[in-house]
């Protein structure tokens, strides 16, 4: 393992080699990728990865606790998941989804083993994007009405009506619009109105759709489709009894409900497979992409028979299903099924949610700790208030940079850190990015 250097040097230089990519990448990629580097004017630029761990080009060692946005589900450069894939690509690459081929029909197989309720027939594709697209396609075929209910906050893709289901004004852009996609009240506890109770606000949010259903709809809809913990949202997690009051008026409305699990699957949250299990709700369909194949471009969408029936017109996706990517994402569910690594990220993440709600204890401007499992989050306020402070969370994810640790960032403000160690993360590792948190949230005090 590589010797760390400096932490001065994690600062590029002109005429390093992070300078020098940084200047290939503005004449050749679209402008708005450089402006979005994380770090602002001193981007980090990845040499190497293996394990939890990554290394940039100068040489700089930094703990990965965000994984290429909770992608990089079992650790960079996993060993089984590398030898999975290359033997795949020893006996075929690529073929369509015009022929059979068996390490699809496993990754389905296994699909239909493990998700919650009813849901048996899958269709893959390349992306969260395109999974939640297929959803809404076949909520619509199914049930003959238009309109999709979806939450604020929330996040969807970037295809135009995936834009249209996402309620982040940054994230929606060239014009999109769909009058038959929207949105209603997000539940985030925190966020609620000052003095209402748990239960006060869980009633507040359903009489809102409620009421929605009845003024901006004809009455009927399509699906209603949720994060159980929104993931560019900032990890808001709704409230525990949130789904099971939801449902009924779903139903009522001819729809029909759509689970997004593209960052809350495969044990993340811990002690299930899926997010949606700890509400104990069955969706009719879920959406899967991120962790599930460790970094490949894979894309799920899974349905009930009956849904899936209602889906008689030709579609495809030309690369969904690949072999290679197949074969990458069932070796990854496969190491966190043998591994059982739901009940390492239920252990691991009380670990680290005890280090964070310690570190919220000694910070007054942590205003609130959230998550489940080991997808955990702080959001960052004016010491005193619940005003969003984005500077300092900026000022804090540098910090954490600086001293070798990588994070997330999202909510509605741009104020809150999200931490999402790998599922197969040790003890060790939880307590050494906890220490490197203490460290920076010290120096932005």
Wanted: proline content about 4%; overall charge negative; charged content about 20%.
């Amino acid at each position: 393992m590589a010797v760390d250097t400096l932490k001065s040097s994690r600062d590029p230089e002109t005429g390093s080699a992070t300078a020098a990519l940084l200047t290939r990448q503005k004449a050749h990629l679209l402008p708005v990728q450089s402006r979005m580097l994380y770090y602002g004017g001193r981007p980090l630029a990845v040499g190497r990865a293996r394990g939890d761990w990554l290394w940039d080009v100068e040489g700089n060692r930094y703990l990965d606790f965000f994984g290429g946005i909770l992608t990089v589900s079992v650790g960079h450069c996993n060993e089984e998941v590398v030898e999975a894939t290359a033997e795949q690509m020893r006996t075929v690459g690529h073929t369509s989804t015009l022929y059979l081929n068996e390490i699809t029909i496993k990754v389905a197989e296994k699909l239909a083993e493990i998700t919650p309720g009813r849901l048996q027939v899958s269709f893959f594709t390349n992306s969260g994007t395109e999974a939640d697209e297929m959803a809404i396609m076949a909520a619509r075929t199914y049930t003959g009405n238009r309109d999709v209910i979806s939450l604020r906050h929330a996040y969807s893709g970037r295809s135009a009506s995936m834009m249209a289901m996402t309620a982040h004004s940054t994230w929606r852009q060239g014009g999109v619009y769909d009058g038959h996609i929207k949105q209603v009240r997000s539940p985030n506890l925190y966020r609620r109105p000052n003095g209402m109770s748990e239960e006060a606000y869980l009633d507040f949010l359903v009489d809102d759709l409620s009421d929605f259903l009845a003024t901006c709809t004809d009455g009927k809809i399509a699906a209603f489709m949720a994060e159980p913990i929104q993931g560019v949202g900032g990890f808001a997690v709704a409230p525990a009894d949130y789904f099971r009051r939801v449902l009924p008026l779903i139903e009522e409305a001819g729809g029909i409900l759509i689970i997004d699990e593209v960052q809350t699957a495969w044990g993340r949250t811990g002690r299930h497979w899926c997010g949606i299990e700890h509400w104990g709700v069955e969706p009719d369909v879920m959406t899967f992409a991120k962790g599930i194949a460790n970094g490949a471009p894979v894309g799920a969408t899974i349905m009930t028979p009956e849904v899936a029936e209602s889906v008689q017109a030709l579609t495809l996706s030309t690369f969904g299903g690949n072999p290679v990517s197949m074969a990458q994402a069932f070796a990854t569910i496969s190491y966190i099924e043998r591994h059982r690594l739901w009940e390492n990220a239920e252990a691991q993440g009380s670990r680290l949610r005890a280090r964070l709600d310690a570190l919220a204890d000694r910070h007054e401007y942590v205003g609130d700790v959230r998550g489940m499992g080991l997808m955990q989050a702080l959001e960052v306020v004016a010491p005193g208030t619940r005003d969003p402070d984005p500077a300092r969370a900026d000022a804090l994810l540098n910090a954490a940079r600086d001293v070798g640790l990588l994070l997330g960032k999202g909510g509605r403000y741009g104020n809150t850190l999200r931490i999402a160690p790998m599922l197969n993360v040790s003890a060790e590792s939880i307590d050494e990015g906890c220490g490197l948190l203490d460290e920076a949230a010290a120096q932005v005090a």
